[in-house]
């Protein structure tokens, strides 16, 4: 019994931050997961740059809902779900991700919490768990479940080191350089012939 576990974001749509940073014309929001590996670091910089620009949920939900999949992505996916389980491992949150996941046919996604206010500020986020990534795939194993795992970026990491079977999709090249023993897909179709050869 095997099952795919896939980032969210860079595998199968684009980064909501950087489309906020876009958006807003904010640099300081470009930096993603691909620059700063620790997330809760991570996190509490974004906050902090929002705060200091006064910005809260709603540039954040016009950021996410003004994105679509990426090139490929609804095909890749089909694809994929005929063939084993899915599951959506993701350091987004529930909160942005809606429109994204209506897009993509509400495939299973475990990701975690804003915590927002009556007027719109982002007070907070609620991670589900520590290492959630590691945890999850851990979990799928404990199930009898053998994992191929689909990332492209740092907090990727725990979640191919702990699957049978870990693969980078598009990377970063610093991600590359630090990590070289993952095999790397370029797109969907690199990344399914991949998958084929491991079912």
Same mark, same amino acid.
């Given at each position: 019994?095997?099952?795919?576990?896939?980032? *969210?974001?860079?595998? @199968?749509?684009?980064? %909501?931050?950087?489309?906020?940073?876009?958006?807003?014309?904010?640099?300081?929001?470009?930096?993603?997961? +691909?620059?700063?590996?620790?997330?809760?670091?991570?996190?509490?910089? +974004?906050?902090?740059?929002?705060?200091?620009?006064?910005?809260?949920?709603?540039?954040?939900?016009?950021?996410?809902?003004?994105?679509?999949?990426?090139?490929?992505?609804?095909?890749?996916?089909?694809?994929? +779900?005929?063939?084993?389980?899915?599951? %959506?491992?993701?350091?987004?949150?529930?909160?942005?991700?809606?429109?994204?996941?209506?897009?993509?046919?509400?495939?299973?996604?475990?990701?975690? +919490? @804003?915590?927002?206010?009556?007027?719109?500020?982002?007070?907070?986020?609620?991670?589900?768990?520590?290492?959630?990534?590691?945890?999850?795939?851990?979990? *799928?194993?404990?199930?009898?479940? =053998?994992?191929?795992?689909?990332?492209?970026?740092?907090?990727?990491?725990?979640?191919?080191?702990?699957?049978?079977?870990?693969? *980078?999709?598009?990377?970063?090249?610093?991600?590359?350089?630090?990590?070289?023993?993952?095999?790397?897909?370029?797109?969907?179709? =690199?990344?399914?012939?991949? %998958?084929?050869?491991?079912?």
């Amino acid at each position: 019994m095997k099952i795919a576990c896939l980032d *969210f974001e860079g595998v @199968l749509v684009p980064e %909501i931050w950087v489309n906020l940073a876009h958006q807003t014309e904010i640099d300081e929001l470009k930096v993603t997961t +691909r620059d700063i590996s620790d997330y809760d670091e991570l996190m509490r910089y +974004r906050l902090d740059v929002m705060q200091k620009h006064g910005l809260g949920y709603d540039e954040l939900n016009s950021a996410a809902k003004g994105l679509k999949p990426l090139d490929g992505a609804i095909e890749f996916l089909n694809w994929l +779900r005929q063939h084993c389980q899915v599951a %959506i491992i993701s350091d987004t949150f529930y909160e942005l991700a809606g429109p994204l996941l209506e897009t993509l046919g509400y495939p299973m996604t475990l990701c975690h +919490r @804003l915590e927002v206010s009556p007027d719109g500020k982002i007070n907070d986020y609620c991670l589900r768990q520590k290492d959630p990534k590691r945890h999850s795939v851990k979990a *799928f194993q404990n199930l009898n479940y =053998e994992v191929i795992a689909a990332g492209d970026s740092y907090n990727d990491i725990s979640m191919l080191e702990q699957a049978e079977q870990g693969i *980078f999709f598009k990377p970063a090249k610093k991600v590359v350089e630090d990590y070289p023993a993952y095999p790397i897909a370029n797109n969907y179709a =690199e990344l399914s012939e991949m %998958i084929t050869g491991l079912l």
